[in-house]
């Protein structure tokens, strides 16, 4: 039986040569969250429609909802009940959970790599669009990215260790995950290839590994699964209606190759930080500063398996959408791939070299000034520039002078009654209703279903009825239509988007008032 005062002494000394390195990693990913939160924050005068149906939908604490399951809304919920609904907070979140991702991401590395390796393979990895661009976005994609990467890291251990901590932890993240976004069926697919792959199967502690780790996934994800029945399945529809055939053979292939083509672009900060260190090697090369021989790649020191893991665990869930799109012939989403890319920061392991302190110093100075460029960019793209251009963004959509304009328009006909309902969709409901002091709550597209957070009574205090065709370039549904029949009160207010060359936003405004047994109107 080993000594378990080796073995303490073991975690300690591997504690002390990791915490220098993990320093710098938290250092990183917090200034990383402040400057692509506060530049958005700065930049941005309305949050992306995805971040604004989370704000909508954090008005309650649901199992589920008639488009999604339901974790991005709980974490948005738990934030909002601490800082209200800023838009810039869905900025934050997006890091926030880029960042716990890439901890993950480090966490992995430290398994089978150095710290200061994996540090570098986190840090080329960061500059994807996933893990910075887009992660200002807050929806269901990069919510999912630290519950997959979670699910990765467990796994391997799981797989490696045998732990029957591990295996229980791998099923609750893997059931995270998959109420997150039913996409992580993909991921675990991947693990199933790497699990035939390796013939792990063939290990009996394994297979009750398995168990163990399904039993927690199903105990994670059963109250959704009873939501799911109550609700007649619902998440299920929509994630069905999403995927759209597509008729022809050719036009498959081709919107695979503009689905590949789309990724490409999307990891290109990434292949530039590469070529900028392959370049740095070179030229340390040839003038005689880096002595180490190129054949001591970082990937040499790997394992067999250890390689195999990060190759099959990498590749396969790109590879297998791709398969399974072409076979089936439906269309492919972009974002689909935000999860797919999680582990493509070692690959530079196969032709990386040389001291690791001065590879790690590099690779820091190159992707911290990708990164500066990038948020700089986008932050200046999405505000000034997007502004005085007059183009027609979410991110220069005047929601507070609009929300201000209806609230107005409320207190002169409602007055002493706060306007706490906003039927409407949920960008232009949720643009007004964010800025509601206390915050309102929106009745989507005047849908009972898609707005669970409104229970009896909470129209006795009347409501905002709100469309615009400028905004949703659509008629009002029937349901708002008939809400806006019904109202008292009716006019239009008219805002332009941005400057005077930018489009017209024309709103129809209609009041239900409030009825007799309105607490709000007897105070």
């Given at each position: 039986?080993?000594?378990?005062?080796?073995?303490?002494?073991?975690?300690?000394?591997?504690?002390?040569?990791?915490?220098?390195?993990?320093?710098?990693?938290?250092?990183?990913?917090?200034?990383?969250?402040?400057?692509?939160?506060?530049?958005c924050g700065i930049s941005h005068k309305s949050p992306d429609l995805d971040n604004m149906?989370?704000?909508?939908?954090?008005?309650?604490?649901?199992?589920?909802?008639?488009?999604?399951?339901?974790?991005?809304?709980?974490?948005?919920?738990?934030?909002?009940?601490?800082?209200?609904?800023?838009?810039?907070?869905?900025?934050?979140?997006?890091?926030?959970?880029?960042?716990?991702?890439?901890?993950?991401?480090?966490?992995?590395?430290?398994?089978?790599?150095?710290?200061?390796?994996?540090?570098?393979?986190?840090?080329?990895?960061?500059?994807?669009?996933?893990?910075?661009?887009?992660?200002?976005?807050?929806?269901?994609?990069?919510?999912?990215?630290?519950?997959?990467?979670?699910?990765?890291?467990?796994?391997?251990?799981?797989?490696?260790?045998?732990?029957?901590?591990?295996?229980?932890?791998?099923?609750?993240?893997?059931?995270?995950?998959?109420?997150?976004?039913?996409?992580?069926?993909?991921?675990?697919?991947?693990?199933?290839?790497?699990?035939?792959?390796?013939?792990?199967?063939?290990?009996?502690?394994?297979?009750?590994?398995?168990?163990?780790?399904?039993?927690?996934?199903?105990?994670?994800?059963?109250?959704?699964?009873?939501?799911?029945?109550?609700?007649?399945?619902?998440?299920?529809?929509?994630?069905?209606?999403?995927?759209?055939?597509?008729?022809?053979?050719?036009?498959?292939?081709?919107?695979?190759?503009?689905?590949?083509?789309?990724?490409?672009?999307?990891?290109?900060?990434?292949?530039?930080?590469?070529?900028?260190?392959?370049?740095?090697?070179?030229?340390?090369?040839?003038?005689?500063?880096?002595?180490?021989?190129?054949?001591?790649?970082?990937?040499?020191?790997?394992?067999?398996?250890?390689?195999?893991?990060?190759?099959?665990?990498?590749?396969?869930?790109?590879?297998?959408?791709?398969?399974?799109?072409?076979a089936l012939g439906t269309a492919l989403g972009a974002s689909w791939a935000s999860t797919?890319?999680?582990?493509?920061?070692?690959?530079?392991?196969?032709?990386?070299?040389?001291?690791?302190?001065?590879?790690?110093?590099?690779?820091?100075?190159?992707?911290?000034?990708?990164?500066?460029?990038?948020?700089?960019?986008?932050?200046?793209?999405?505000?000034?520039?997007?502004?005085?251009?007059?183009?027609?963004?979410?991110?220069?959509?005047?929601?507070?002078?609009?929300?201000?304009?209806?609230?107005?328009?409320?207190?002169?006909?409602?007055?002493?009654?706060?306007?706490?309902?906003?039927?409407?969709?949920?960008?232009?409901?949720?643009?007004?209703?964010?800025?509601?002091?206390?915050?309102?709550?929106?009745?989507?597209?005047?849908?009972?279903?898609?707005?669970?957070?409104?229970?009896?009574?909470?129209?006795?205090?009347?409501?905002?009825?709100?469309?615009?065709?400028?905004?949703?370039?659509?008629?009002?549904?029937?349901?708002?239509?008939?809400?806006?029949?019904?109202?008292?009160?009716?006019?239009?207010?008219?805002?332009?988007?941005?400057?005077?060359?930018?489009?017209?936003?024309?709103?129809?405004?209609?009041?239900?008032?409030?009825?007799?047994?309105?607490?709000?109107?007897?105070?």
């Amino acid at each position: 039986m080993a000594d378990p005062t080796v073995a303490v002494n073991d975690a300690i000394a591997l504690e002390k040569k990791t915490w220098p390195v993990k320093f710098y990693v938290l250092l990183f990913l917090i200034g990383m969250v402040a400057l692509w939160s506060i530049l958005c924050g700065i930049s941005h005068k309305s949050p992306d429609l995805d971040n604004m149906e989370e704000l909508v939908w954090a008005s309650s604490f649901e199992w589920g909802y008639y488009k999604h399951p339901p974790v991005p809304a709980w974490f948005m919920y738990g934030l909002t009940s601490l800082f209200g609904k800023p838009i810039w907070l869905t900025f934050f979140a997006g890091q926030l959970f880029s960042a716990i991702a890439l901890w993950f991401v480090w966490l992995l590395g430290c398994e089978f790599t150095t710290p200061r390796r994996a540090f570098i393979a986190v840090l080329l990895v960061s500059v994807t669009a996933y893990f910075s661009v887009r992660a200002t976005v807050y929806n269901h994609n990069s919510v999912q990215l630290w519950s997959i990467v979670a699910s990765t890291w467990l796994f391997y251990r799981a797989l490696r260790y045998g732990k029957t901590s591990d295996w229980l932890w791998l099923g609750a993240a893997c059931g995270m995950a998959f109420i997150t976004k039913y996409s992580a069926l993909i991921q675990f697919a991947a693990f199933f290839v790497f699990f035939i792959r390796q013939k792990h199967y063939r290990q009996a502690g394994v297979c009750k590994g398995v168990l163990w780790a399904l039993l927690t996934f199903l105990v994670v994800i059963s109250p959704h699964v009873y939501w799911l029945f109550q609700h007649s399945f619902e998440p299920l529809y929509y994630a069905d209606e999403s995927i759209k055939p597509i008729e022809a053979n050719f036009s498959s292939l081709n919107d695979i190759w503009g689905f590949a083509t789309t990724q490409l672009g999307r990891l290109a900060p990434m292949f530039v930080a590469w070529l900028a260190l392959l370049y740095w090697d070179r030229r340390g090369k040839a003038a005689g500063h880096d002595a180490v021989p190129e054949t001591s790649r970082y990937a040499a020191s790997l394992s067999a398996w250890d390689r195999s893991f990060l190759l099959i665990v990498g590749f396969s869930p790109f590879v297998l959408t791709v398969l399974v799109s072409g076979a089936l012939g439906t269309a492919l989403g972009a974002s689909w791939a935000s999860t797919f890319f999680v582990l493509f920061g070692f690959y530079v392991f196969w032709w990386l070299y040389g001291d690791e302190a001065v590879q790690l110093r590099r690779t820091a100075i190159v992707v911290i000034v990708i990164h500066v460029l990038m948020a700089c960019g986008y932050a200046l793209g999405r505000g000034p520039l997007g502004y005085y251009t007059g183009r027609k963004t979410d991110s220069t959509f005047p929601g507070v002078a609009i929300s201000e304009e209806m609230q107005a328009v409320w207190r002169e006909h409602v007055p002493g009654v706060p306007l706490t309902l906003v039927a409407s969709d949920t960008w232009l409901g949720g643009n007004i209703a964010v800025h509601v002091k206390p915050a309102a709550n929106v009745f989507i597209d005047g849908s009972l279903k898609e707005s669970p957070w409104l229970k009896a009574g909470a129209m006795k205090c009347g409501m905002l009825v709100a469309y615009s065709k400028t905004t949703n370039g659509n008629a009002p549904g029937p349901r708002i239509k008939k809400l806006y029949d019904q109202a008292v009160f009716k006019g239009v207010v008219q805002q332009r988007w941005s400057t005077a060359k930018s489009p017209l936003i024309v709103i129809d405004w209609g009041i239900i008032a409030p009825e007799a047994g309105c607490r709000a109107a007897a105070r």
